[in-house]
């Protein structure tokens, strides 16, 4: 993070929110701790607590959190096909460790899209039940 704090767009999804609640998040998102965060935006540790109590404020940290997650997940996707090819290419390395390394690697990897999958499966599941759940009341 550079160190600055960015703003935050008004708009339907800050509504409720202070000028300073708004600056606390974008603080929040641009430093590295939450205290430089409440530092730099002169709040007190049991404000922002406070705070992190109200929905409106809590819900828009925890999406503005989400987003920057997805884009540095985007990130780490584009480079995915690169990190293959370079462990494909240690797969073939005259060192045995490091060949077991890359092959170990690979196969975990394998096994964690594997639950992130399931995960994504069972989330859907629950979503579901749970809408057949609410229609039944």
Same mark, same amino acid.
């Given at each position: 993070?550079?160190?600055?704090?960015?703003?935050?767009?008004?708009?339907?999804?800050?509504?409720?929110?202070?000028?300073?609640?708004?600056?606390?998040?974008?603080?929040?998102?641009?430093?590295?701790?939450?205290?430089?965060?409440?530092? +730099?935006? /002169? $709040?007190?540790? %049991?404000?922002?607590?406070?705070?992190?109590? #109200?929905?409106?404020? *809590?819900? @828009?940290?925890?999406?503005?959190?989400?987003?920057?997650?997805?884009?540095?997940?985007?990130?780490?996707?584009?480079?995915?096909?690169?990190?293959?090819?370079?462990?494909?290419?240690?797969?073939?390395?005259?060192?045995?460790?490091?060949?077991?390394?890359? +092959?170990? /690697? $690979?196969?975990? %990897?394998?096994?964690?899209?594997?639950?992130? #999958?399931?995960?994504? *499966?069972? @989330?859907?599941?629950?979503?579901?039940?749970?809408?057949?759940?609410?229609?039944?009341?």
């Amino acid at each position: 993070m550079n160190g600055a704090i960015a703003s935050m767009p008004e708009g339907e999804a800050v509504r409720g929110l202070t000028p300073k609640q708004r600056r606390t998040i974008a603080a929040i998102i641009t430093t590295r701790t939450h205290e430089d965060a409440m530092q +730099a935006v /002169g $709040i007190k540790r %049991q404000t922002f607590y406070k705070w992190l109590k #109200d929905p409106a404020f *809590r819900d @828009e940290l925890r999406r503005r959190l989400d987003d920057l997650t997805e884009a540095a997940v985007g990130q780490l996707k584009s480079a995915a096909g690169e990190a293959v090819q370079a462990l494909r290419g240690l797969l073939e390395s005259e060192s045995e460790s490091v060949r077991l390394r890359a +092959a170990l /690697g $690979i196969l975990d %990897q394998i096994h964690r899209a594997k639950e992130l #999958d399931i995960v994504a *499966r069972l @989330e859907e599941i629950e979503q579901f039940l749970d809408e057949r759940k609410n229609d039944k009341f």
